[in-house]
């Protein structure tokens, strides 16, 4: 937006040059970019709002529209996002658990049973985790950018539909009641300077209690990957790439899926799903072809 807006002041930029900006980025950006565009916008002139820089918000009416896709680009709109299959998760994580540093099986494995964003587990507190039924809910996104431990932030989710409880796997509660062990004592070597709000994957040693910044979760996957001679070019968030790929392998429905990654609606995972289902699709219409075929025998 700076090249439209940099050298304004903020007080004379009116809803219908705001509007505007957002049409002429619309064929320079993809959809999911522009609306994140958009959202930024909108929290940057809510803030002017708030601290008297302007009187009015010129975003309060703003509105993305959906682009029509052209043929074109729906018939070359096949590529997927990378994720690991079946045989290479098992693998990943045997390296984790067996190469990993403190932590990493524990973080991997959780990204992997569960498909969290890292942003959500990085701010995951014990206070989420219902520990007898094994479920965990997800209300909050770490924000670190410049990766300093002491200066994190916790926001709300990414949407509303983020926000949500799913079942985990007991291994993954009995994963973070090592970790909580551990962090116990940190907290009793360190009574004075542990940062003690109760996250469950926190560093240890110095800084001991604070959360994990996403950069280090991406720097030690790599190191990971490396060890295991997979692709490195996948990152966490590949994870949860692969989540939704072995959903889908297992029979989940599309809805649950989405539901359980916190989407609202989402191209990749209806991609990744529509790619895994694809053989169970097909069987389908070779069952009801063959169904038409013996019904006219019969007649």
Known sequence: MLPFFAKLNVSSITEQMYQDTLISLQNKLADNTLSGVHSTGRMIFSYGLKIGALKTDPTSNAFVSKRQKTVQELEQNNELPKYLERDELVHFLQ???????????????TLAYTGMRVGELCALKELDVNFGDDKIRITKTLYNP???????????????????????????I??????????????SKRPKTYHDQGFI????GKFAG???????????????LKQAGLNLDL?????????????????????QIMQ????ANDEITRRIYLHIT????????????ELMRASKKSD
């Open 95 to 109: 390296v984790a658990q067996e190469h990993g540093l403190d932590n990493d099986f524990e973080t991997f494995n």
């Open 146 to 172: 410049n990766n300093n431990y002491a200066l994190y932030k916790l926001n709300t989710p990414k949407t509303v539909s983020s926000v949500r409880e799913i079942d985990v796997d007991h291994e993954i």
């Open 174 to 187: 009995v994963g973070f009641q090592n970790l909580l062990t551990i962090q116990q004592i940190e907290k």
């Open 201 to 204: 994957f926190a560093i240890i």
């Open 210 to 224: 604070y959360p994990h910044v996403i950069k280090m979760v991406e720097l030690r996957m790599k190191r990971l």
């Open 235 to 255: 990152t966490p968030h590949s994870l949860r790439h692969t989540h939704t790929s072995l959903l889908a392998e297992a029979g989940a429905t599309l809805e």
């Open 260 to 263: 359980r990654l916190g989407h």
């Open 278 to 289: 694809k053989p169970k699709r097909k069987e389908a219409s070779q069952k009801f072809g």
